[in-house]
């Protein structure tokens, strides 16, 4: 675990946030996305709506759409890039430490969140955490969909 780097480092961040806000990465959903799931933050109108195709147990791929607050569309996009390509329990466990992170910053940040660091300052507003936390929460859905066999999109051509 790594420590946050105080002032020094939080212009970085917030350009990092930015970033990631004008320019989200995987920003689409797939056509052909197994399962579908749907947030919504009504304390704030964030939205995130996310396609999601498996691999058996691993995400093979997601893209996510959406509106809202920069933190809610920033850690969607930063979420997206480090989940791709790894196993439920893995995810399960990202979004543990990325929880703990942003509601107990004492503990320091995990060195496998990446550029999801740069959301820990989130943690001092309780109110931003349900933004910074909407698309995990989505995510966690749509990972329960898929292991109870809802939410698979067939489509036929007729």
């Given at each position: 675990?790594?420590?946050?780097?105080?002032?020094?480092?939080?212009?970085?961040?917030?350009?990092?946030i930015?970033?990631h806000?004008k320019?989200?990465?995987?920003?689409?959903?797939?056509?052909?996305?197994q399962v579908?799931?749907?947030g919504?933050?009504p304390v704030c109108?964030?939205?995130?709506d996310?396609?999601?195709?498996?691999?058996?147990?691993?995400?093979?791929?997601?893209?996510?759409?959406?509106?809202?607050?920069?933190?809610?569309?920033?850690?969607?996009?930063?979420?997206?890039?480090?989940?791709?390509?790894k196993?439920?329990?893995?995810?399960r466990r990202?979004?543990?430490?990325?929880k703990?992170?942003?509601?107990?910053?004492?503990?320091?940040?995990?060195?496998?969140?990446?550029?999801?660091?740069?959301?820990?300052?989130?943690?001092?507003?309780a109110?931003?955490?349900?933004?910074?936390?909407l698309?995990?929460?989505?995510l966690?859905?749509?990972?329960?969909?898929h292991?109870?066999g809802?939410?698979?999109?067939?489509h036929e051509?007729?």
């Amino acid at each position: 675990m790594q420590s946050r780097p105080e002032p020094l480092l939080d212009e970085l961040y917030r350009e990092l946030i930015l970033d990631h806000y004008k320019r989200p990465r995987n920003h689409s959903i797939p056509a052909n996305a197994q399962v579908r799931a749907e947030g919504y933050n009504p304390v704030c109108g964030d939205e995130v709506d996310m396609g999601i195709i498996f691999d058996g147990d691993t995400v093979a791929d997601l893209g996510l759409a959406g509106r809202g607050c920069s933190i809610s569309q920033a850690s969607g996009s930063m979420m997206s890039e480090l989940v791709k390509g790894k196993s439920v329990a893995e995810i399960r466990r990202l979004t543990d430490e990325f929880k703990t992170m942003l509601t107990n910053p004492e503990q320091g940040v995990p060195e496998d969140l990446g550029d999801l660091e740069a959301l820990q300052g989130v943690g001092k507003f309780a109110v931003r955490v349900k933004c910074a936390t909407l698309a995990w929460h989505t995510l966690a859905d749509g990972i329960e969909q898929h292991e109870r066999g809802d939410g698979v999109v067939t489509h036929e051509e007729a």
